[in-house]
């Protein structure tokens, strides 16, 4: 460890030297309230910026153990805290200071979701942050004196505002903290009560626009308020505004219907439950919108990869005898991508379906009695998701709750009926029932065979290749919905609960930690994301990055689901299979 002078020493004798000099500096700096590691040294200005950690040693950061001890309160805390280096960087740090990158600083911040993620790490003696430097040069020559201002100026400006306890709003960290417990003890209480979700009244559903995530104005939207027969009460372990508890309505597991008209408030509440499975930062709106972290969302994906997937549950007898016990095509259509997508679902572990019309193939949700009438079973492989969706919940415990707006023929179906009017819900299961009573429909079921199992398939690791060229491993996150995987480019547009390009990117590394991990030809898809699930919560992300030595930057990882791993590797163009036996 050396000295913040030497690191002085070095900036000011390459001063004005080719780019490469920087590499110089790469090593450890002791700051006066620090420790600096510079652990990868950009090759040019226009490169990915430099790599960094600042470690500031507990004793000086006094965070109170009341915000650290309990981890989810210590992910909360988290959080905030790099919110307000965040903020600290745009207030302090001047940014263009040259050619390129040159000037920037920056942290891996998160959107409306508050999830585990790897800017920031606090253990019981020191708080970390890992940030990235942009190392300042005048066309290819190094700047010292911009240099030296970025790190013996700026840097520790914001880290003196951001990282100990006697300077930042202590307030907004505990507010974090005490929130984040509360969201998971609410999704813990679900079980008991049978609940897949909780939307808390007052809760704000609807979004700005539609390209942003932040609230609707607070005097455009209106509150969500439970209908009375779904009002629970769910116990919170920090008071909110003086109460121990919180009510709002609570989604019954088991088959919820939610219709109304167009523009009633359908898929925003939908969309409010996929996104309940993260906890969100104080102000959204949906902070207690709270779903079961299984609950997934389905919908058709047409042009999607499929690899052997046993679909009859939906669709059999295909033309040409083309085998739905192995269902294979490179390119599926609406009610084909829509099946696997949910026989994927249920294969990984899903609890509940989250499921919209608007995003749904018509002809996998219904046939009703006079297409029956017209086109025989026999040349219809499509056995309708109505036909299923009971089944599904009796014999493997999955829910679903179904935004239809455009067909009765659910009614029959539905243990529970939400009707949206002008955004309040109503229950209107009685009516539903009455009505399905008065006007009998013809529509016969379809359902052929009894669904007994979910066939399982175990990935093959050799079907997992990372390299490209002379790169022995090239994975890199290319926006929100697109992973490129060696040669492979995986597209994740329709897997709409990833919400962060630093969970793209850890779904990309942990694809390739799990075969080379653990895959063998024999682990089925739900044993290796149990292994990788149980891997992430015990050791975090830091891990996923094959090149890291253990102290070190590791690369800006978000903690993505199980379910999103998983419907990366089922969209990896290169996957291989083997499919378990019944
Ligand atoms: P549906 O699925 O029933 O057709 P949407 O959920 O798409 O309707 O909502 C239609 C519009 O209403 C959207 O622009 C949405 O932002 C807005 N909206 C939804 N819920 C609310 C609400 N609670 N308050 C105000 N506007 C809302
Ligand atoms: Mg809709």
């Not at 000086?60 to 001890?69: F, R, S």
């Not at 001047?94 to 790897?118: A, N």
Request: proline letters at 5%; glycine letters at 6%.
């Amino acid at each position: 460890m050396e000295n913040q002078n030497s690191l002085r020493q070095i900036l000011r004798r390459i001063d004005k030297k080719g780019y490469k000099a920087y590499k110089e500096i790469k090593g450890q700096y002791r700051f006066p309230d620090f420790l600096l590691f510079i652990d990868h040294v950009q090759g040019d200005p226009f490169a990915a910026p430099s790599k960094i950690r600042v470690r500031v040693p507990m004793q000086k950061a006094e965070i109170p153990n009341d915000l650290i001890q309990h981890p989810h309160r210590r992910s909360g805390t988290a959080d905030a805290i790099i919110r307000i280096i965040h903020g600290e960087i745009r207030k302090i740090a001047r940014m263009r200071r040259g050619t390129g990158k040159s000037g920037l600083i920056s942290i891996d911040v998160g959107g409306q979701e508050i999830i585990p993620r790897s800017a920031l790490k606090i253990t019981d003696s020191f708080v970390e942050a890992r940030m990235e430097i942009g190392l300042p040069a005048r066309g290819r020559t190094v700047l010292s004196d911009e240099a030296e201002a970025m790190f013996f100026d700026e840097l520790p400006r914001i880290i003196q505002n951001s990282m100990f306890r006697k300077n930042f709003d202590q307030e907004f960290v505990t507010r974090f903290a005490y929130y984040v417990q509360n969201y998971f003890a609410v999704q813990k209480q679900l079980k008991s009560k049978n609940l897949i979700a909780f939307i808390a009244d007052r809760s704000v559903l609807p979004r700005e626009s539609g390209v942003s995530q932040k609230p609707m104005p607070i005097n455009d939207a209106v509150p969500f308020r439970s209908p009375r027969e779904l009002k629970v009460k769910m116990e919170l372990p920090n008071p909110v505004n003086g109460q121990t508890f919180i009510e709002g309505a609570g989604i019954p597991a088991g088959i919820t219907l939610i219709v109304g008209g167009g523009f009633h408030g359908k898929s925003t509440l939908l969309q409010a439950l996929e996104s309940g499975v993260y906890p969100h930062i104080p102000g959204d709106g949906r902070e207690y919108v709270v779903t079961n972290p299984a609950a997934v969302k389905i919908r058709a994906e047409d042009g999607r990869r499929i690899e052997k997937v046993d679909i009859r549950p939906f669709i059999n007898h295909l033309p040409r005898q083309k085998d739905a016990r192995s269902f294979c095509t490179d390119d599926a259509s609406g009610s084909t991508s829509q099946a696997a997508n949910i026989i994927e679902a249920l294969e990984t572990g899903a609890e509940a379906l989250l499921v919209d019309e608007d995003t749904s193939a018509t002809n996998f949700m219904i046939r009703d009695a006079r297409m029956q009438a017209l086109v025989h079973k026999q040349f219809e492989p499509i056995t309708p998701f109505i036909d299923r969706i009971r089944e599904m919940y009796d014999r493997f415990g999955v829910s679903t709750v179904l935004v239809m707006g455009g067909s009765g023929d659910y009614f029959q179906a539905a243990d529970t009926v939400i009707l949206m009017k002008e955004y309040v819900p109503q229950v209107v299961t009685e009516q539903a029932r009455a009505i399905a009573e008065q006007f009998k429909t013809e529509r016969r079921p379809e359902r052929e065979f009894e669904w007994k199992t979910i066939t399982e398939r175990a990935p093959l690791p050799q079907s997992f290749d990372a390299s490209k060229g002379k790169k022995e491993v090239k994975i890199e996150a290319r926006g929100l919905h697109s992973v490129q995987f060696g040669t492979h480019t995986i597209d994740l547009r329709q897997v709409e609960q990833i919400v962060d390009i630093s969970q793209t990117r850890a779904i990309g590394f942990a694809l390739h930690f799990i075969a080379r991990r653990w895959m063998d030809g024999q682990r089925t898809i739900r044993e290796l994301m149990d292994l990788a699930e149980t891997f992430l919560l015990k050791e975090g992300t830091d891990g996923l990055n094959p090149f890291r030595r253990d102290d070190e930057h590791p690369g800006n990882f978000a903690l993505p689901r199980r379910f999103e791993i998983a419907a990366a590797l089922n969209r990896y163009r290169g996957l291989k299979v083997r499919q378990k036996e019944e």
